[in-house]
């Protein structure tokens, strides 16, 4: 810690820390316009200068360390005198056309020359006029704003990843740009807007529609993925019409990634449900509350009656549900239905993450800590792309790569993690347990461990055992890296001092499976460390918290059917309630879904928009949607957070817990928590966290297996990825994500291509076993031979129709052929 | 040279051992644009994509670095390369006439190449023989003193086909 004096105050700062961060971490305020936090000092501005007791020159105190005993003046005449000249030479070209600036009223250049600026400069220039560059979907830049400040430029790079942005030419022509002066094509997460302290980048999708002072904003949380970032809502005469991230705001910091920056609007999709719906013949009709509520409880009391009556009704929960709407469901069907038949999709994700690190380490809970990558030696990602999925997580680890961690990366995609990785290890799709049996092989030959440690360990001789058939030389065979590749990753990993091991699990990825967590979970052990070297997030925005509110199939007293049960077996129930999900466009093996949905006496689906699965249902009921209600998510950390209520509901929508508490008292059973502090209060009484701490180890060896072998017929593996625009599938709702990726198009190297006769961005028709779809294809070099890569969000895509699952968790990788349609 | 080939560690020598990967990749920049340029004439952009790819670094950077030095071109250039002097001298003498005959006789602008790629048109700030003003340049070769008569001369030895 070192002491200095600013304007007269002792303050105390880390050494290495600049004059400028020293004043904000203690309350002084220095004005600045090219410095974040984020990224490196540029030192560009000037506007920050101060004044230093013994020195002559005034000095930008966002690139002066502050030293031990300095003092410092940040607000003398002269100080703001130079400013003001500062501000003046920016002036110089800049069009001053705030009147038609998105910016005005939150812009930090206005703000300074409004406090600093004189009312006329001494130059006459003439102004840039350079027209906004709208090409790009989503981001818009009007270059004669730019102050050259590059924040866009180093965020974009050093930060995010990505680069899409640079100083184009030299002097006063500079401009930023893309490359080339082409339109924006990057991540479109949208921080550069963020960051701009001008109008230079601005929110396409919110020009011109409101300025922001007339704006009232709101906090809550997004609702995409499990990362819970904090979605900062610009709302107007009842309508939300930005999202953006606030400095230093909730989990993620204020950053946010491009589905919680522009996705919102998918609440504002067409086919919103705005009355309940019954079914008469063939037909849905719209009905009012009363009808609807009434035709359920008799139709469900009537099952009800029969013999074994409640074993034959089930529900399905939802990730994209508050805890609150979860478990209100809960008590709906343990309470009124009388049956543990509950499940949700994250069967396919993140219950067998808990299932199992149960088995290995005794856990009764699992969460990530999205911080974890920070200050790591090494990191090793298996077959996921964390910077999609978990976009704030993924920035996290870009950052411990920066600062000195070895990010290892077995993937059989280019992603944004490979590319900034220090190893790629190139393996085979679904190959990652055979990877990681291959790694704990050569830890074990070369004695990479504590041998007296793990031999001591439930499991270890027979794990010790199953390694035998996974030598260097049959890993090669099998994942296509070679010997010296695995064992570079293998010493790397063993000889580090810390370490994590990351991916995801979840129902719209299909190379890994729950022996992957297992195979991941014995090279931990192995290693000596526990469950805490195991990030593993949860999908989605409360997925977590739908598994806590005990929506799985073992949250009650006997084990209730799961899943698959209810979805892939006909006859196994007879009446299924859905609230928030659709099993049809979300889960793999379509057309087995609707035969078993068709075979059901009654089908209720409750959502706020009209699916595929809603299509088949015979009650509609309309929910309210994210914004519509007051809740709580709980996120992949497990840290649970408010969502609000910001908007009215759409039509006679109801918040998901309401439309169960009326319909459990049209069923006669009136439920003690009829309101949402009610059920708050109840929700803490029962659902006990049970905090994640054991002692417990077990290995638990797991073989390679694939899933379908490709063959004449079908000559390719069908892998199904996430990508960045898009979260489940609610989000293909959304017309301003749509902008950029509105279909699911299926990626093929070139030389499969070739083979199979298929051209860049023709149509292709896609056959499996299952079925057969039409898609746009993309011949691509970021995947390899003998593959095709899909991603599972858009419902009109239909890639369900193509896949399957693995009802006992193994890899369900499907194969397919092409043909050029 | 074949970007693909293009040995980051041997062309930036040295100095490579004492900064980071970045800033090797970065600092291998301008000797690769010099090379690329060399064999195509200017920088073509898939082959920026290709260094791109092979540097893993951002396309918009390796632009940003190349678009600051005026010696490299993002478009075909003209077999020859004329310069007109627009430094003060020349300015005097009429450095303004010179460039606008030759951009009627061959109907292009400053900065642009002909369509058949056998000329490109450039001004240049004093090539450093005031003395001879107004002066142009054809690729090395300097012609001064450029009266009626000389931009004959000049205009024929553009046209004149390369032996
Ligand atoms: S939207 Fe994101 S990826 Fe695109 S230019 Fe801006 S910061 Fe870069
Ligand atoms: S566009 Fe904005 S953030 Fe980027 S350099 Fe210009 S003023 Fe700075
Ligand atoms: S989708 Fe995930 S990373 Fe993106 S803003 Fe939402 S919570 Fe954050
Ligand atoms: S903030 Fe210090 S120079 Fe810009
Ligand atoms: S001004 Fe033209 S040669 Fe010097």
Partial sequence: MIELTINGKKVKTEKGKTILQAALSNGIKIPNLCYDKRVVPFGGCRVCVVEIEGQRKLEASCATLAGDGMVVLTDTPKVRRARQAVLEFMLVHHPLDCPVCDKAGECDLQELVYEYGKPDGRFVREKKHSPPDTKGPLVELTANRCILCGKCVRLCSEYQGRGALGFIGRGFSTVVQPAFGEAIECDYCGQCIDI???GALLNKSFKYKARPWSLEEKDTICPFCSCGCTLTLGIREGKILRSRGKEDLGVSGGNLCGRGRFGFDYIYSENRLKTPFIRKEANLEPSTWDEALAYISDRLKYILSNANGSE????????????????MLRKFMQNVVGSDNMDSSSALGFSRVRKALNMVFGLKDHTIDMKSPIGKDVILIIESDLSVTHPVFGLNILKAKREGAKLIVADSKETKLTKHSTQWSRIKQGTGVAFLNGIMKVIVDKGLFNREVASGITGFSELEKSLEAYSPEKVTEITGISSEELIGAAETLAKAKSRILSFTLSPSENTKCIDTILA??????????????????????NTYGAY???????????????????????????ALYIMGEDPVSVLPYKSRIIKTLKSLELLIVQDIALTETAKLAHVILPASSWAEKDGTFTNAEGVTQRVYKLIDSTGEALPDWQILRNLSSAMGTDMAAGTLEGLSNEIKKTIRSEKATSNKRTFHPVLYSRGE?????????????????????????SKTLNLVSSEAIIEMNERDAKRFGISDNSHVKVISRRGAVYLRAAVSDEVPDGAVYVPAHFPHSGISTLTSPSIHGGIAMETVRVEAA | MRVEDLDVNEMIGDVGKIICEHDRKKGVLIHAFQKIQQDYGYLPGEVLMTLSKKLSLPLAEIYSVASFYKQFHFSPRGKKVVRVCMGTACHVRGA????????????????????????????????????????????EDVVGDIGKKKLELLVKAIKEEEK
């Fill in chain 1, 196 to 198: 701009c302290p001008t």
């Fill in chain 1, 312 to 327: 034959s009704v089930g529900a399905i929960g939802s990730h994209r549900c508050t805890n609150e709407d979860n478990f």
């Fill in chain 1, 520 to 541: 991941a979970s014995n090279l931990v052990i192995l290693l000596g460390e526990g469950p805490e070297s195991l990030q593993i997030p949860a999908e989605y925005a």
């Fill in chain 1, 548 to 574: 806590s509110m005990g929506i799985r199939p073992d949250a009650g007293k006997s084990e209730g059917k799961n899943l698959f049960d209810m979805l892939y077996v006909s006859g196994s129930i007879n």
């Fill in chain 1, 709 to 733: 072998e490709p063959d004449n017929e079908y000559p390719l593996s069908l892998v199904t990825r996430d990508i960045l625009q898009h979260s489940g599938t609610m989000s293909t709702r």
């Fill in chain 2, 96 to 139: 303004k006439n010179v460039l606008n005959a030759l951009e009627d006789e061959f109907g292009i602008k400053q900065g642009e190449t002909t369509d058949d790629l056998a000329m490109t048109l450039e001004t240049v700030g004093c090539v450093g023989c005031c003395g001879l003003a107004p002066v142009a340049t054809i690729n």
